[in-house]
């Protein structure tokens, strides 16, 4: 286990069900501040439900999912937390949460937990630039004094406006969407829409970052570009939790892999560790084409 | 030399006034694995949907065994038994995983659907275990599979992948990739393959093609076309590491 004081989030003995199926069982793992953690493993290991636990979207059967806000003193109150009602508990410079007990909004809201999805979820009917002004929406609540300042015409709802469309724009340029800013996001290609959906993600001032298959469509060029930007928003600060299948993004960009398989975890380690355990080659990697691996090492010369 | 099984000239398809495909030429041959391979928003899915009608072509030719099928209706070209498993998987999420297998082999030979289902649930022992469960309770992946398996049950003269491998576990990917080789060397069935992979896709393929902007710019075998530096360049490298 990784010391305390780097862990962002302790998901411990999580158990989802779904009727009489396990599809999650007594999942434990921590997810330290600043690293890319990575959740792989066969299709139907229950990765996205794990995802779908730690965003509020189901409400686990069993288990904690803790996320630490600020300073890591904030570890301190967990039991304390646990034991009483509470869904989140406030200290000096720091924050507990516990995510199991918190709807999806909050979550988002207040956790700042913020995820994408395997099937895009963008808003197709809106342009580019307004799916990243609604990911400001609680912000621009605040500063419009819900709507009332922001109807009398107060400067600081203006204000706030063009901070907004400004971050958006910054955005905007570095997922290189800028001259598709006012296209129905609806029409854009898929490698696009992938990266808009992060963006839109970012814009929501995440202190964790939920990927679920971010590369799957993209071309390995694509998947390249992709890695640049996961890495860029790391040296941010940001912590990710990222589902994928793409080897060439898993094992190049992660700090940390989890390994799942029909709901139990089977590897936990660095991606080395982890791409040469035989249970992982067995149930998910499989055994690599020589000339594959030759291939791709060809190319990356 | 016989007719392809599946030709296409000049074709361009519309999205209200914008032109997607601008006359797009290409074949497949009874018997080959054919390759599309391109850019996110070449126009490749949009080549895969006008073959089976839906978008219409505005313009040009789909001839499919001989009959011209441009303007014929999306079920009676299914009919036809040209299958497709389409990007995002559009499985029927209400109805189990055996109905949705059902429903892909309306068009086969019923004398044929115990064993076509057996031959199936071989190549995905997943779908085995959630027989009974309603398609939309499927992991992603697993719907992944269940949308091929689908379009096989069909007994296809000509199937259709739009990006199988998209959301499958890396052994999934190798074993889907092995089943087409087998499907084609030992029943000769005929694959037009769309697939982000472009290094598989060509390695498997007799032959491959090229899409840019909606525009077919460069054709040849899948070997030739894997030693292209533009093709390396493009679609293979990993970019800057």
Known sequence: MPAAADILLRVEHLTMRFGGLVAVDDLSFSARQGDITALIGPNGAGKTTVFNCITGFYKPSEGRLALRHGDAAAWGALETLTAGGKRSSKADGGALYLLERMPDYLVAQQARVARTFQNIRLFPGMTVLEN???????????????????????????????????RARSW???IGLTARADDPAGDLPYGAQRRLEIARAMLTDPVLLCLDEPAAGLNPRES???????????????????????????????DHIVV????????????????SDEKVIAAYLGVEDEDVAQVEAEVRA | MTAPLLSVRGVKTFYGRVMALKGVDMDVNAGEIVTLIGANGAGK??????????????????????RDITQMPTHEIARLKLAQSPEGRRIFSRMTVLENLQMGATVADSADFDADLERVLGL??????????RGGTLSGGEQQMLAIARALMARPRLLLLDEPSLGLAPIIVRQ????IRTLNA????????VEQNAYHALKLAHRGYVMVNGLITLAGSGRELLERPEIRQAYLEGGAH
């Open chain 1, 132 to 166: 990243l002004m609604v990911a400001q929406h609680n912000r621009l609540m605040l500063a419009s004094g819900y709507t009332l300042l922001g109807v009398l015409g107060f400067p600081s709802y203006g204000a706030a406006e063009r901070a907004a469309i400004e």
């Open chain 1, 172 to 174: 905007l340029d570095r």
């Open chain 1, 224 to 254: 390249a570009e992709l890695n640049e930007l996961l890495l860029s928003i790391r040296a941010d600060g940001l912590s990710i939790l990222l589902i994928e299948h793409d080897m060439s993004v898993v094992m190049q960009i992660s």
């Open chain 1, 260 to 275: 799942l398989d029909y709901g139990v975890k089977i590897a936990d380690g660095a991606p080395a560790a982890v791409r």
């Open chain 2, 45 to 66: 899915s949009t080549l895969m949907m006008t073959i089976c009608g839906n978008p219409r072509a505005r313009e040009g030719a789909i001839v499919f065994d001989g």
């Open chain 2, 124 to 133: 995905f022992p997943r779908l085995k275990q959630r027989i009974g469960q």
């Open chain 2, 176 to 179: 889907i990739f092995d089943a």
């Open chain 2, 186 to 193: 030992e029943t000769g069935l005929t694959v037009f393959l």
